[in-house]
């Protein structure tokens, strides 16, 4: 085949001998020319990242920096347009190294690292381009910045004060005083007074008859530090009081109803910090993760919480929580044990069986590692309490591996057992002859029904290997069930939550009700006070690896060795990024401290023992090398590698010989 250009005949380019060619003068040291063979191909496919980095790698080595700049940049462009985001990362990496002043790749990396999930990265991005952009005079596209910022990381103060300047200066009143205003609050609840007095001077500078400022400041001045009325609703003022405990958890439960839950877990945690096991936080706590979907976390707390009031003998409590966490994961083998459980106290063996059969289902359809008999602990429970012995032969008939009707399920009955109950806070007391049931009249007071199972975003579960109905930390349920406390809310028994105490939170009727809860829109990104995605950080690792940029690899690699999923391989490139800079010793050292790491074993401890053979001969150490393969010695090439190894080590006894 070939082309017909302009009356002549153009023969189709032969890749391999272009490459081959490129190669050859660039081990010569003649880079210009082997440009020239690289943009042969670049001609071909233009669209080809992978040419266009060879190429300004070629470039560098001659010290033509811009053509390097532009090279990378194409590479980037290119690697984006095919969906590469890691290889495009790593393209602009390769440009702020050459020329630290091309600010705008800033913005580029910060649109990379949002979609890959690094918020922290992307953030920092952003507010490096967000400055230089500033400097330049050019507040527009500062502002677009900021708002970015304040989308991933809503609790970014320095952003929001910036975004709020930024409008002012542009004219855009409407979303200055909605910033400050959201500003002031935020620092109110912080108890930064001072700056919360700041943002509500501005607010009243925009907007001279904002009540909600001119009500601040006028409390600010006698000394109150910001009592301030809030509208919740046409008929209903909350009085809040940054300082006062019912002031700032209705101020929590504002921003959980509006979906401000970064803002409302900051105020819980400094709550918890100054009182530890405060039973009304802890709840709230638990229920702003569950509403979040951070279903795990929610998952030890509840069964903290469930299991606290069951001791304490207050079962309708301790039945409205775990009623609450079933609504939105039903399949909870934890929970549903411990419900099992609230029933044997309630002297009400039936039901007590109906939940622990549940709970046998979905074990034999979703085994725990390591705990695969457990659905005959189980079984036994059931056997001795259940009053129906059709229900104890079906079971028995599928644990045996019997065909059993799908109508039959044991999930499908009791459906009522898991309605939208009634939820109480922690250390309200229940009435004399108070029954355990979810259908009763809802009281006043900072309560609510559970959140219907539509108005909570259910995250699916992480690809960690975790089966439904897993433990926290991996703890199997029966172990969690035992344990019953959680060290996120008790530190030692005297911090222990108090279920006998008489007070009471209280708020406003209407404040609380969330049985029309809206559904919080869904972010595709994590917040920032989220665990690390470890798998993004060490993809990334590998990218930058890959395109020579070894420093930032090795601080993708630290991040991602966190994750025990990603630990072993995590520092085996760590020490491969070692060895590409030369630095053996670190290299060496590197890969003998995993091999000495309890997690490192199998197949993976044969393939990084054969890196370290490898090291030790670059670094000529041949005894060293000769004993580590000599530990694998069927692994890949190793029996050639000895040999060789044995006669270097020979020949160089002998040519050592003194003379006769």
């Known amino acids: 085949m070939f082309t017909v250009l302009r009356g002549r005949c153009v023969l189709p380019l032969d890749r391999g001998k272009v490459l081959q060619q490129a190669q050859l003068l660039a081990s010569r040291g003649q880079y210009e020319h082997a440009v020239g063979e690289w943009k042969k191909l670049a001609a071909e496919a233009p669209h080809d990242g992978s040419i266009h980095n060879s190429i300004g790698d070629l470039h560098l080595k001659h010290n033509a920096i811009a053509d390097a700049v532009a090279s990378f940049l194409k590479a980037a462009e290119a690697f984006r347009e095919e969906g590469a985001t890691l290889k495009a990362i790593a393209a602009y990496k390769k440009v702020l190294k050459c020329d630290p002043t091309k600010y705008e790749v800033h913005q580029h990396l910060g649109d990379l690292n949002a979609e890959r999930g690094l918020v922290s990265s992307a953030v920092q991005d952003y507010l490096t381009a967000a400055k230089h952009f500033l400097k330049a005079r050019k507040p527009k596209e500062a502002l677009a910045l900021y708002r970015k910022i304040v989308k991933l990381d809503p609790s970014n103060l320095n952003a929001q004060q910036c975004i709020a300047e930024l409008c002012l200066q542009d004219n855009q009143q409407e979303e200055a005083t909605r910033v400050y205003l959201q500003l002031a609050r935020e620092r109110s609840a912080q108890g930064r007074h001072g700056e919360a007095k700041e943002a509500y001077q501005a607010v009243l500078n ?8 001119a009500q601040y400041l006028e409390s600010f001045k006698g000394g109150k530090f910001g009592l301030i009325t809030l509208q919740q609703s046409k008929d209903t003022e909350v009085l809040l009081r940054p300082s006062d405990p019912l002031g700032q958890l209705a101020e929590v439960v504002r921003r959980m109803d509006e979906g401000q839950y970064d803002g409302a877990e900051a105020i819980l945690n400094q ?17 702003l993760h569950l509403q979040r979907g951070d279903l795990q976390v929610a998952l030890g707390e509840y069964r903290f919480l469930a299991g606290a009031a069951l001791r304490a003998q207050d079962f309708r409590l301790a039945e409205s929580l775990i009623t609450e966490f079933l609504s939105q994961q039903p399949d909870s083998v934890p929970l549903l044990e411990l419900y099992g459980e609230l029933y044997e106290e309630q002297h009400d063996p039936a039901s007590a069986a109906l939940q622990y059969a549940k709970a046998i289902e979905l074990l034999l359809a979703h085994p725990e590692p390591g705990m695969e008999g457990y659905h005959e602990e189980l079984f036994e429970k059931v056997r001795s309490l259940s009053p129906d ?8 008939a599928k644990i045996q591996g019997e065909a059993v009707p799908t109508q039959n399920s044991v999930a499908a009955q009791g459906e009522s057992a898991i309605g939208h109950g009634e939820v109480r806070l922690l250390g309200e007391k229940p009435e004399k002859n108070e029954k355990s049931s979810v259908s009763e009249e809802k009281p006043d007071g900072l309560q609510s029904e559970s959140v219907p199972a539509s108005s909570v975003p259910v995250q699916v579960a992480s690809s960690g290997g975790e089966s439904r109905g897993a433990g926290v930390n991996g703890a199997c349920p029966a172990e969690e069930t035992r344990r019953s406390r959680s060290d996120l809310f008790a530190k030692n028994e005297s911090e222990r939550t108090d279920f006998t105490t008489n007070t009471v939170l209280t708020a406003p009727r209407g404040l609380c009700d969330r049985t029309e809860h809206p559904t919080p829109a869904a972010s595709p990104l994590p917040s920032p006070s989220s665990v690390p995605d470890y798998e993004a950080h060490f993809l990334l690792g590998i990218a930058y690896k890959n395109m020579g940029l070894y420093p930032e690899a090795r601080e993708e690699f630290t991040v991602s060795r966190q994750a025990t999923k990603y630990y072993l391989d995590a520092c085996l490139m ?14 060496i050292r590197e890969l003998e401290t995993l091999l000495a790491d309890s997690r490192c074993r199998g197949t993976k401890a044969q393939a990084i023992r054969y890196e370290l053979a490898l090291l030790y001969e670059a670094d000529a150490q041949w005894e060293k090398a000769t004993t580590t393969f000599e530990a694998i010695a069927s692994f890949h090439d190793v029996p050639e590698r000895l040999a060789a190894l044995k006669r270097r080590i020979t020949s160089a006894g002998e040519n050592h010989l003194p003379a006769a």
Do not use: H, W, Y
Not at 389 to 396: K, M, N, S
Not at 574 to 587: P, S
């Open 574 to 587: 760590t020490a491969l990024c070692f060895k590409e800079e030369g630095r053996l010793a670190e290299a």
């Open 271 to 287: 709550m918890l910090s100054r009182d530890p096991g405060n039973p009304q936080v802890c709840q709230l706590l638990a229920r």
């Open 389 to 396: 012995t059709e229900l104890v032969e079906r079971l028995a």
């Open 206 to 213: 925009i907007d001279p008859q904002n009540s909600e400022a």
